[in-house]
């Protein structure tokens, strides 16, 4: 995938672009990912498929931002979009925080989504990030940062450490992501609910950080909805890639044209 980057809002945001003429599909990491998550998802769809994936606000290579409301993460998507030329509706791909943010913008922008795919994102959040805030800082050593991170977590971190000087640190700020987090709990039903394109939301299984109650609530009340669930944790394309390239490809497969 080839980096490209554009500017919004003040900033400049860095994103991956598989390229081609394939159909596009913008897909949206969670938090504190990065673009990078969805290359190999990338690849396997390719060249059906286009995928471009962002950098959001504070993660990856994109800037930080004095703000990071739900509006904000809406705002940037279609600032993507449109620097895209996108003029056809698009499949939207998110997990966790980016498939909040892709049903959101569905929500404003139902004219612009083709189809949702929602991994482990949910319709209601309340979430508590304090624990982020033991990995701000630098740190003498990579070891010592994944170190704090924990076993369970540092993949997921490895691919935003940056070499400073002094030592590691993380190219998100986790005070800002812990902090911030507060402004994003609530409950997004209404939105959720508000469109009818088709929309596939994916469980795992094994999934600590979302209610699974809540994402087989979310296929429940709404039209044009499956649900799939697979053994995995939050990050399924991460944790079990061949069977959520499956879960996607079947989805995108039968989409009206």
Request: with cysteine; hydrophobic share 45%; proline share 4%.
């Amino acid at each position: 995938m080839e980096r490209k980057s554009f500017e919004h809002d003040g900033l400049k945001f860095s994103y991956l672009d598989a390229g081609g003429d394939g159909e596009l599909l913008v897909a949206l990491h969670a938090l504190w990912m990065e673009a990078g998550t969805f290359v190999p998802l990338a690849e396997a769809l390719a060249p059906g498929w286009r995928v471009v994936a962002l950098d959001q606000r504070g993660h990856g290579r994109s800037d930080h931002a004095a703000s990071s409301t739900w509006g904000d993460y809406v705002s940037d998507l279609g600032a993507l979009l449109d620097h895209l030329r996108a003029t056809r509706p698009v499949v939207l791909l998110g997990n966790s925080l980016g498939g909040t943010a892709a049903f959101l913008f569905a929500a404003r922008h139902p004219e612009r989504v083709r189809a949702l795919i929602a991994e482990e994102a949910p319709a209601k959040e309340d979430a508590d990030l304090g624990f982020m805030l033991a990995w701000q800082g630098v740190f003498a050593t990579r070891e010592a940062l994944l170190a704090k991170v924990g076993e369970r977590l540092s993949w997921s971190v490895e691919p935003s450490i940056r070499q400073v000087a002094g030592g590691y640190t993380l190219a998100f700020s986790p005070r800002d992501l812990a902090e911030r987090q507060a402004h994003l709990n609530g409950e997004y039903w209404h939105e959720w609910r508000a469109t009818s394109c088709p929309a596939l939301v994916v469980r795992g299984s094994e999934s600590r950080a979302v209610d699974g109650a809540i994402l087989e609530r979310m296929a429940a009340v709404r039209p044009h909805t499956q649900l799939v669930t697979i053994q995995a944790g939050h990050v399924v394309h991460h944790d079990a890639p061949a069977l959520f390239l499956a879960a996607v490809e079947d989805f995108l497969a039968a989409l009206p044209r």
